[in-house]
């Protein structure tokens, strides 16, 4: 199994910026697809972001200009920089590993929270 811990969330005002981490277990790191997604209260699960073994990014449009992803393999991290955050980012944000053989693991979560 593939263990993969969020850290980094938190409250921050209108026009912030907070950076995720998320840190996974596992030898192979490097190919698995590592995405974030994001979940509101009485709402869908969302892909925010994701990026491919070979640096390949996809954005939601919600967060494109203003989000980036990045994967550093050398330390199996994956990192979401979040700048220009609206209220309307509040969610639950979920790290997720595709290891490509049709297994997909969760973390457990960090909280974000944008407010005056």
């Known amino acids: 199994q593939v263990q993969l811990v969020e850290s980094g969330g938190g409250l921050v005002q209108p026009g912030g910026s907070l950076r995720l981490s998320c840190a996974a277990s596992g030898s192979r790191f490097s190919t698995y697809r590592m995405s974030w997604y994001r979940q509101a209260p009485g709402k869908q699960r969302d892909l925010v972001a994701s990026i491919t073994r070979d640096g390949s990014i996809n954005y939601a449009d919600s967060v494109k200009g203003r989000f980036t992803i990045s994967r550093h393999n050398p330390k199996n991290t994956v990192a979401l920089q979040m700048n220009s955050l609206k209220p309307e980012d509040t969610a639950v944000y979920y790290c997720?590993?595709?290891?490509?053989?049709?297994?997909?693991?969760w973390g457990q979560g960090t909280q974000v929270t944008v407010s005056s």
């Open positions: 997720s590993a595709d290891l490509g053989i049709g297994m997909r693991y």
